[in-house]
């Protein structure tokens, strides 16, 4: 199990992410949404396409632009399409084993 962490706030968990240049793209669907707004930036790859971004807020703490997904990648991208990814501050990590 993944997850993506920014002031303490769990903002996606997963069994499974999609690795691509050492990044951890999140399914949308497990996402914590209340944290995400839409952002009007977007950046290009050229080999993934047209990125879109989301705001993270988490306890009136702003991080802009924080997490990236690609809604309509390339060809060469399309496992990860509408998966989301995260920097500037926010953690991925395993979360701990816990007894059994």
Do not use: D
């Not at 962490?5 to 996402?31: C, D, I, K, M, Q």
């Not at 309509?72 to 991208?77: E, V």
């Amino acid at each position: 199990m993944m997850r993506a962490v920014w002031h303490g706030a769990v903002l996606a968990e997963a069994e499974r992410t999609v690795v691509v240049e050492g990044n951890h793209y999140f399914p949308p669907e497990s996402l914590h949404r209340q944290y995400f707004t839409e952002s009007r930036a977007k950046s290009l790859c050229l080999w993934k396409g047209l990125a879109r971004y989301y705001t993270v807020t988490v306890g009136g703490q702003v991080n802009a632009n924080a997490a990236w997904y690609y809604p309509r990648p390339t060809p060469l991208a399309k496992k990860i399409k509408n998966h989301v990814a995260f920097w500037n501050g926010v953690t991925v990590e395993a979360p701990p084993e816990t007894g059994r």
